[in-house]
């Protein structure tokens, strides 16, 4: 019973830490995209990036030197891997969040997405990972399937937007506020590798 009331708790509060992440900064509208606004493949500029690997996991990306790189992987129990990539100055608030997370017995996007998605925001018990998906659109970015929505209560003024691929063993996630999307975002998601 206590062990149960621990795990409820610490899902809690990882759940509490990331919603505090996403929604602490005002909107600040400068060379952003709106979020409809997504291109099927954008070329990072060479020399203004950085490059992130885990060979673990078969995954690679780049990512503007302006921004900084934090592992948050320890802070989750169902995360195989949770990078938050923070920007400089006055948008320090609003990172880039790309996570791993298990396949399970998922065929394609759209079965990882029902089977990993709650609307009751019962996320402690780990059956689900993803609270209240909304706005799903299916494409293709440099060739790999993906899926584009929106994550929470879709009356808040400002969502989570995120983009989902799936591998042959993960899901890669990544994530930000819909009003802070920019170029950054769109840029990490085509430099995106994995094998």
Known sequence: MIKN??????????LVFLIAVFFLVRLVKTDRLSPSEWP???????GTEQSYTNEDLGLSLKYPLTYSMEDL????????????FIPSGKDAQSPILVTVLPKRNSKNLSDWIVENTTSSGDLSS???LLYQVNNVIYRTVNDKEAAKFTIGDPDIADPLVATLFLTDKYAIFVAQQAQKIGSSYHQ????????
């Open 73 to 84: 992987t320890a802070t989750s129990r169902d995360f195989l891997l949770a990078l938050s």
């Open 40 to 46: 099927a493949e954008i070329n990072p500029t060479s």
């Open 188 to 195: 990490m998601i085509s430099s995106l590798s994995f094998d």
């Open 5 to 14: 009331i621990y795990h409820i708790l610490v899902a809690l509060l990882v």
């Open 126 to 128: 780990g059956k689900f």
